[in-house]
């Protein structure tokens, strides 16, 4: 049998009101480097910035002799393995537990151990959304109907090391060459032309990339030529800086006032512009975080959360449940927990499906139910989003579902694979041999009647 969760034992576990404590200490000064930054300094955006962490030197040199020499290699290892950059904000590279950053749930996140990692599952793929297959001009993504994806940029705050888009996300690494485009603005008006010339479109997902690496006259561009398009009625602006950079929103008063302008522009129109965000751990929140979001909530600014679930990051049941109370009590409404995208370099970060659906049995009830995320699955090969119990078929033995999406792509069938590492011994075992994986495949296939 595939892992699944301890339900009985883990309901045990919820902390009844943590939700409402917000840490509010000054926690940067664990870092050797920080130890005199005043409260001030790292409040300012600009500091924030400057101090990112972008390299290994610059992590030895904030740390000094805080961590082992082992750990550093390990993570120049991990450096050779993932697909992604290091870029992480002071903000949470001074939220990790620098006394076990091995286990801590944000370093998992963001700096790669190279001893953590794990082979790809032999399914995997680079595009395992299929994003640039269903993409009608560069940028954009147009699989719905009346929804679509647009990539104005593909540079982040911050570089998740789980990142579904690490095929085009950041700079290259030792493992992906990457055309990194980052923010241009000349390849924007093939977009809108063709959103112009597409009238069952309403909602418009900004993503990237993150729309926190846009200046404010490029949100302001955006946000205009999609308002203006008469059909167009939702935008959603996605960011995770709320929650890995929450200075931001407190004083870089440009690119506020630009995003307000465009809420207060939607509006005037009748229409709605709000920011989906992307917390994964309760360990990103923060007085700060409860601060930003004051701001934007006083301003009018609308607020959703999409997390993705992480092995060891956020697949206990007190971590979710914590994260979902504490989004609800800052004013922003989870809205989608997402099982982990079979790319490349992610492996350890996987879940199996069993986890998702017993996650989501466990967070239901915990609070309101608009504030109850909805656990997805987004089908390899782009068949979208599918709520985790939804499948027509699921051999857990074997880690295998199979699933339909009758709206979006009728008649196609779709694959989900758990990890490996997670399945029985035999299972394992069989997963190792080309012939036995291809018979899995075709068994499951025809004992859910496909
Ligand atoms: C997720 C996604 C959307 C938005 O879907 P919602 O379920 O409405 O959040 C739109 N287009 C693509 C290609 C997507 O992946
Ligand atoms: S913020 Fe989003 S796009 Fe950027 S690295 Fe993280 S998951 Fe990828």
């Known amino acids: 049998m595939a892992e699944s969760l301890d339900i009985a034992n883990e309901m045990e576990k919820i902390p009844e009101l943590q939700h409402r404590n917000f840490r509010n200490d000054e926690f940067w000064k664990q870092v050797p480097a920080w130890s005199n930054v005043s409260r001030e300094e790292f409040a300012d955006s600009k500091w924030q910035l400057k101090n990112s962490i972008r390299k290994l030197d610059q992590m030895n040199k904030v740390l000094g002799k805080r961590v082992s020499k082992e750990f550093m290699a390990d993570i120049e290892a991990g450096l050779k393995l993932t697909p992604m950059n290091i870029r992480i904000t002071p903000y949470i590279f001074a939220l990790i537990d620098w006394d076990n950053p091995a286990d801590d749930p944000l370093r998992k996140q963001f700096l790669p151990l190279g001893s953590q990692f794990i082979a790809d599952h032999p399914f995997y793929r680079e595009d395992s959304l299929s994003e640039d297959v269903d993409s009608p001009v560069e940028t954009l993504t147009h699989r719905y109907a009346d929804k679509v994806l647009f990539l104005p940029t593909t540079i982040c705050p911050v570089y998740c090391l789980y990142c579904t888009r690490s095929r085009i996300i950041g700079g290259s690494t030792d493992t992906v060459e ?20 597409h009238p069952k479109v309403e ?48 004083t870089d008063d440009a690119w506020v006032n630009a995003v307000l302008d465009i ?22 929140i923060t007085k700060w975080s409860q601060m930003a979001m004051d701001r934007l909530f006083q301003e009018g600014v609308y607020v959703r959360n999409q997390a993705v679930m992480q092995n060891g990051v956020n697949n206990k049941v007190n971590q979710m449940v914590l994260l979902t109370r ?61 709520h985790v119990a939804s499948y027509e078929y699921y051999d857990e033995e074997n880690g295998i579902s199979l699933w339909q999406a009758p709206y979006v792509k009728p008649g196609e069938v779709f694959m989900y694979y758990d990890p490996i590492h997670k399945l029985s011994p035999e299972a394992q075992k069989r997963w190792q041999s080309a012939k036995e994986r291809e018979n899995m495949v075709i068994e499951a296939k025809r004992k859910a009647g496909f």
């Open 203 to 250: 909602d418009v997902v900004i993503s990237g990339g993150d729309a926190y690496m846009l200046t404010p006259a490029q949100i302001r561009t955006i946000g205009e030529n999609l308002l203006r398009i008469p059909h167009i009625r939702r935008i959603r602006l996605a960011t995770k800086g709320i929650a890995i950079f929450p200075q931001k929103i407190l």
């Open 178 to 197: 990457k055309d990194t485009y980052g923010v241009n603005p000349k390849k924007w008006d093939a977009v809108f032309e063709y959103l112009m010339n």
């Open 326 to 386: 504490q989004l609800s009590f800052i004013n922003i409404q989870p809205y989608y927990v997402y099982v982990h995208d079979m790319v490349p370099g992610c492996e350890h970060f996987r879940t199996t499906l069993r986890e998702a659906v017993e996650l989501e049995k466990a967070v239901r009830g915990t609070t309101a139910g608009f504030n109850t995320p909805t656990f997805v699955c987004d089908l390899p090969g782009g068949g979208g989003k599918r």
């Open 263 to 284: 809420v207060k522009l939607g509006r005037s129109y009748g229409k709605q512009v709000v920011i989906h965000t992307h917390f994964s751990s309760p360990l990103e």
